[in-house]
């Protein structure tokens, strides 16, 4: 085989700020505070607090491979992490805050981090987890000299940087070299770790880019409002450099009044997040009877959003909704909810049904479903199976975890995402439901994510559920949970005749319970393992 007469440049994290800083100068960085008020710097001045940083990092020590964690909201002086320990050659190891205290304390055990950067907000957390976390961790608060908590041993990150150069010889790493770990929200288990490479993170951003359809451009504000803690925050402190698009960090505040005035002062075009963050924010809207002055578009993720959520973002308000679709071990994105070739054209319904599937694969995302077998079925957009991926943004491996390692992925590589779906011709993939989700009842399969969808559509229901209960007749029969929208009284009767026009007799819950709240994991899913423990008892006595 010949190959190219090619230059061996690999591609790092620390090129990208390079380069939005380089010919993306006026794109900025704002970013709400712990300490109050608003932070402005642009990408140039982010590079150079990037590098005073690095030189801090090797002064306290830190060695190529090793892990630093974050404990941290989206906010300047993460990016600036993000960045710092990535150039280096060292690991940022970023940490969900919201996970159980044993969570915590296993992933920090687990990756044997160095040093831990943590926002004065999570000073409580640190100090009531410091005993069970290594005995050579330091601890760095993210924060100024006046801003300091208790604590004679704690460093200040604005100290660390004073006096810094600002300008570092990066080293030249190679592509492949770790960057970032992540771990997953354990549900079932210890956490499972991913450890991402500068390759695998620069190719993401560039896969997201070339598939979404012109969602990023020069001179947008893009606001993360998915945290910094879980996957990258989907590669968009990355994506925004290359785009030269404006970050807007929102901080801790991530309520719907709150965001609604982050994204009116800033005049942020788009936002990615999770669909309780979008539901808060379509209750606000609703109250001031308009939306953000420019936004345009929100990208909803990490689970599936309502059919009556896109149509309320788009028919109510004008701004383009999209389905993103992935896993923390894809790095994460693995397929975006994106019309092409004329399709922005279609009916509002039209477009909606497309909109509520998952989306298409992204370039560098190999599909493939099987079935209980083993074999692979057809991709026709009627035959379901469990769904496989492969691709360079995919992990090989968990981190340090064999055992982990060896049921996720099959002989050839292919990693078990653990979802049920369908796909199209098109690469259009159709989630059809978490294949621990799916409920049995009498030998037929029911989605519980299709009566979800028909319930939330319901308008007072504010967010729902639905669970697989074991039920003495037919093994298991679906149980819906609603979180009544606040004021309304909500009909049992009446919400499962508003199901039962778009479904089978069968397929109809047998029950409804009303909750004030749904429990919900760490990175904002509903744990419908938690539901399973408090009400699979439900129907143990149904005739």
């Given at each position: 085989?010949?190959?190219?007469?090619m230059m061996?440049a690999?591609?790092t994290?620390?090129?990208?700020?390079?380069?939005?800083?380089q010919?993306?100068?006026?794109?900025e960085?704002?970013?709400?505070?712990?300490?109050g008020?608003?932070?402005?710097?642009?990408?140039?001045?982010?590079?150079?607090?990037?590098?005073?940083?690095?030189?801090?990092?090797?002064?306290?020590g830190?060695?190529?491979?090793?892990r630093?964690?974050?404990?941290?909201?989206?906010?300047?002086r993460?990016l600036?992490?993000y960045?710092?320990?990535?150039?280096?050659?060292?690991?940022?190891?970023?940490?969900?805050?919201r996970?159980?205290?044993?969570?915590?304390?296993?992933?920090?055990?687990?990756a044997?981090?160095?040093?831990?950067?943590?926002d004065t907000?999570?000073?409580?957390?640190?100090?009531?987890?410091r005993d069970?976390f290594p005995?050579?961790?330091?601890?760095?608060?993210?924060?100024?000299?006046?801003?300091?908590?208790?604590?004679?041993?704690?460093l200040?990150?604005?100290?660390?940087?004073?006096?810094?150069?600002?300008?570092y010889?990066?080293?030249?790493?190679d592509e492949?070299?770790?960057?970032?770990?992540?771990?997953?929200?354990?549900?079932?288990?210890?956490?499972?770790?991913?450890?991402?490479?500068?390759?695998?993170?620069?190719?993401?951003?560039l896969?997201?880019?070339?598939?979404?359809?012109?969602?990023?451009r020069?001179?947008?504000?893009?606001?993360?409002?998915v945290p910094?803690?879980?996957?990258?925050?989907?590669?968009?402190?990355?994506?925004?450099?290359?785009t030269?698009?404006?970050?807007i960090?929102?901080?801790?505040?991530?309520?719907?009044?709150?965001?609604?005035?982050?994204?009116?002062?800033?005049e942020?075009?788009?936002?990615?997040?999770?669909?309780t963050?979008?539901?808060?924010l379509?209750t606000?809207?609703?109250?001031?009877?308009r939306?953000?002055?420019?936004l345009?578009?929100?990208?909803?993720?990490?689970?599936a959003?309502?059919?009556?959520?896109l149509?309320?973002?788009?028919?109510?308000y004008?701004?383009?909704?999209?389905?993103?679709?992935?896993m923390?071990?894809?790095n994460?994105?693995?397929?975006?909810?994106i019309?092409?070739?004329?399709?922005?054209?279609?009916?509002?319904?039209?477009?909606?049904?497309?909109?509520?599937?998952?989306?298409r694969r992204?370039?560098?995302?190999?599909?493939?479903?099987?079935d209980d077998?083993g074999?692979?079925?057809?991709?026709?957009?009627?035959?379901?199976?469990?769904?496989y991926?492969?691709?360079?943004?995919?992990?090989?491996?968990?981190?340090?975890?064999?055992?982990?390692?060896?049921?996720?992925?099959?002989?050839?590589?292919?990693?078990?995402?653990?979802?049920m779906?369908?796909?199209?011709?098109?690469?259009?993939l159709?989630?059809?439901?978490?294949a621990?989700d799916?409920?049995?009842?009498?030998?037929?399969?029911?989605?519980?994510?299709?009566?979800?969808?028909l319930?939330?559509?319901?308008?007072?229901?504010?967010?729902?559920?639905?669970i697989?209960?074991?039920?003495?007749?037919?093994?298991?029969r679906?149980?819906l949970?609603?979180v009544?929208?606040?004021?309304?009284?909500?009909d049992?009767?009446?919400?499962?005749?508003?199901m039962a026009?778009?479904?089978?007799k069968?397929?109809?819950?047998?029950?409804?319970?009303?909750?004030?709240?749904?429990?919900?994991?760490?990175?904002?899913?509903?744990?419908k393992?938690?539901?399973r423990?408090?009400?699979?008892?439900?129907l143990a006595d149904?005739?």
């Amino acid at each position: 085989m010949l190959n190219g007469l090619m230059m061996d440049a690999p591609l790092t994290l620390m090129d990208v700020l390079d380069y939005g800083a380089q010919v993306h100068p006026k794109a900025e960085v704002v970013s709400a505070t712990v300490e109050g008020g608003v932070h402005r710097q642009n990408y140039r001045q982010t590079r150079r607090r990037v590098a005073r940083l690095a030189h801090a990092l090797v002064a306290q020590g830190v060695k190529p491979g090793d892990r630093v964690a974050t404990i941290a909201w989206n906010t300047y002086r993460h990016l600036e992490l993000y960045y710092a320990i990535a150039g280096i050659g060292a690991v940022c190891h970023t940490i969900n805050p919201r996970l159980p205290a044993d969570q915590m304390a296993y992933i920090v055990n687990h990756a044997d981090d160095t040093l831990i950067f943590f926002d004065t907000t999570f000073t409580p957390l640190i100090t009531g987890l410091r005993d069970q976390f290594p005995a050579h961790t330091r601890y760095v608060a993210m924060t100024d000299r006046a801003h300091m908590p208790e604590g004679d041993d704690l460093l200040c990150y604005e100290e660390l940087l004073g006096g810094q150069p600002e300008h570092y010889d990066w080293p030249t790493l190679d592509e492949n070299t770790a960057c970032a770990l992540c771990y997953t929200s354990g549900t079932t288990g210890n956490p499972k770790g991913a450890l991402y490479s500068h390759r695998s993170c620069l190719l993401q951003a560039l896969f997201a880019l070339a598939g979404s359809n012109g969602v990023f451009r020069v001179g947008d504000r893009i606001l993360p409002v998915v945290p910094m803690f879980h996957v990258n925050a989907w590669g968009l402190p990355y994506a925004a450099p290359l785009t030269g698009c404006s970050l807007i960090m929102p901080g801790a505040a991530l309520d719907g009044a709150s965001l609604f005035d982050v994204m009116d002062r800033e005049e942020v075009t788009g936002a990615w997040g999770v669909p309780t963050v979008w539901m808060g924010l379509l209750t606000e809207m609703k109250q001031r009877g308009r939306k953000p002055g420019r936004l345009r578009q929100v990208l909803i993720g990490g689970s599936a959003p309502p059919r009556s959520m896109l149509r309320a973002f788009e028919n109510d308000y004008g701004i383009e909704a999209m389905q993103g679709w992935g896993m923390t071990e894809m790095n994460p994105t693995g397929s975006m909810g994106i019309l092409v070739e004329g399709e922005d054209q279609l009916p509002l319904e039209e477009r909606l049904d497309i909109k509520s599937s998952a989306g298409r694969r992204l370039f560098g995302v190999r599909m493939k479903l099987v079935d209980d077998d083993g074999r692979e079925v057809p991709q026709d957009g009627q035959a379901v199976g469990e769904l496989y991926v492969k691709g360079p943004t995919v992990i090989s491996a968990y981190f340090n975890n064999e055992e982990a390692t060896a049921k996720a992925f099959d002989k050839d590589g292919w990693f078990a995402t653990g979802d049920m779906a369908s796909l199209t011709e098109d690469g259009t993939l159709h989630i059809v439901d978490r294949a621990k989700d799916l409920i049995k009842s009498g030998g037929e399969w029911i989605s519980s994510i299709d009566l979800e969808n028909l319930a939330a559509a319901h308008p007072d229901v504010a967010e729902c559920a639905v669970i697989g209960v074991p039920h003495p007749k037919w093994d298991e029969r679906p149980l819906l949970i609603v979180v009544p929208r606040p004021g309304s009284e909500p009909d049992k009767q009446a919400l499962l005749d508003h199901m039962a026009g778009e479904i089978a007799k069968w397929q109809l819950p047998d029950d409804v319970l009303f909750v004030d709240e749904l429990p919900h994991t760490a990175t904002g899913k509903v744990s419908k393992r938690h539901l399973r423990d408090r009400f699979g008892g439900h129907l143990a006595d149904a005739g």
